[in-house]
T-cell receptor, first 110, second 114 residues
Framework: GQNIDQPTEMTATEGAIVQINCTYQTSGFNGLFWYQQHAGEAPTFLSYNVLDGLEEKGRFSSFLSRSKGYSYLLLKELQMKDSASYLCAVHSNSGYALNFGKGTSLLVTP | KAGVTQTPRYLIKTRGQQVTLSCSPISGHRSVSWYQQTPGQGLQFLFEYFSETQRNKGNFPGRFSGRQFSNSRSEMNVSTLELGDSALYLC?????????????FGQGTRLTVV
């Protein structure tokens, strides 16, 4: 089966750094995605990792360890607009179907 | 370059009716995947189409079906609607370039069954 776990909620302060973890157990692995979703909107692509290591993109970084079935999304210099749900998704088959975690709701406070 | 386009944005249907949703992928993308998003279950995979063929299917009843046309546009159909089908239906357009995979979502169709 497929199992993808993320914390349900997190709170952080504006200007701080926050790390959102994702662990997965899937029958195959072809890559891991992170998406941001604001309430009432569609998910927006943030990052894609297929090899172990850290991928940095501006204020956002994503890390992957395939041997540990673990990824994290790091958000630096938090802004109020970063308050959103962050979704971890694993691409585990030959097609493009994604298995999503339930998402982590991040609240950034002043 | 245009993004993923889903129509309609909002729908209200009555129990027992059927509904058809449409998704036009990003130009050049041949894969379209459909997802159902509800507050309790999160994002759940429905099915994926690639070059007019269903390539993967999630754990949904046969009332949920889809198809893809030669121009890569896809439609999703739900028959005999139930109250529990009320959800945001999202489609994603995907392409692989080398070792990198891209998957972008449309704005979704918000379906309310009453």
């Amino acid at each position: 089966g497929q199992n993808i776990d993320q914390p349900t909620e997190m709170t952080a302060t504006e200007g701080a750094i926050v790390q959102i973890n994702c662990t997965y157990q899937t029958s195959g692995f072809n890559g891991l995605f992170w998406y941001q979703q604001h309430a009432g909107e569609a998910p927006t692509f943030l990052s894609y990792n297929v090899l172990d290591g850290l991928e940095e993109k501006g204020r956002f970084s994503s890390f992957l360890s395939r041997s540990k079935g673990y990824s994290y999304l790091l958000l630096k210099e938090l802004q109020m607009k970063d308050s959103a749900s962050y979704l971890c998704a694993v691409h585990s088959n030959s097609g493009y179907a994604l298995n999503f975690g339930k998402g982590t709701s991040l609240l950034v406070t002043p | 370059k245009a993004g993923v386009t889903q129509t309609p944005r909002y729908l209200i249907k009555t129990r027992g009716q059927q509904v058809t949703l449409s998704c036009s992928p990003i130009s050049g993308h041949r894969s379209v995947s459909w997802y159902q998003q509800t507050p309790g279950q999160g994002l759940q995979f429905l099915f994926e189409y690639f070059s007019e063929t269903q390539r993967n299917k999630g754990n949904f009843p046969g009332r949920f079906s889809g198809r893809q046309f030669s121009n890569s546009r896809s439609e999703m159909n739900v028959s005999t609607l139930e109250l529990g089908d009320s959800a945001l239906y999202l489609c994603a357009s995907s392409i692989r370039t080398g070792t990198n995979t891209e998957a972008f979502f449309g704005q979704g169709t918000r379906l309310t069954v009453v």
